[in-house]
Structure formats: C-alpha cells, structure tokens
C-alpha cells in the first residue's frame, strides 16, 4: 500500500474546530503583530490509500505552545 502523498482530505467538523480554535485564541492580536499559538491533536485513519481527518481536538494555546504535551493535556 502506498499513500497519496498529494492530498489529505480535512472534514469538515475537524475543520470547524481547527479554526475555531485558532480564530478564539491564535488571532487575539494579529493586527498588533503578536504571535500566539495554538496546538490541537488531528483524529483521522487511512482510507483507501488517502489520510482523512476527521476530527481536531484542541489541547492548549499561548504566548509559547511548548512542543510537548503536559501531564494535565
């Protein structure tokens, strides 16, 4: 089996979420030029040879998003 590498087919439920989470708590201050970031985990499965996700759970959002997960996440 090999992937398609050219396409990941995002639902729209995840995202939804994605840009929810981003636009709630990523673009507080875009037009200050801060950055804030935003960290959420994909849920998805391989169907026929393609990525599809299907869900985005967000998991924490900040000044700095350490790449790492708390204990508490």
Request: no cysteine; aromatic share 14%.
């Given at each position: 089996m090999s992937?398609?590498?050219?396409i990941i087919l995002i639902k729209a439920k995840a995202y939804v979420n994605m840009l929810t989470h981003v636009l709630r708590?990523?673009?507080d201050d875009l037009d200050k030029k801060l950055w804030r970031e935003v960290m959420g985990v994909c849920v998805g499965k391989i169907e026929n040879d393609q990525v599809v996700v299907y869900d985005a759970i967000p998991i924490t959002h900040g000044k700095r998003v350490e790449v790492e997960y708390s204990e508490n996440d």
């Open positions: 992937l398609s590498e050219d708590f990523g673009a």
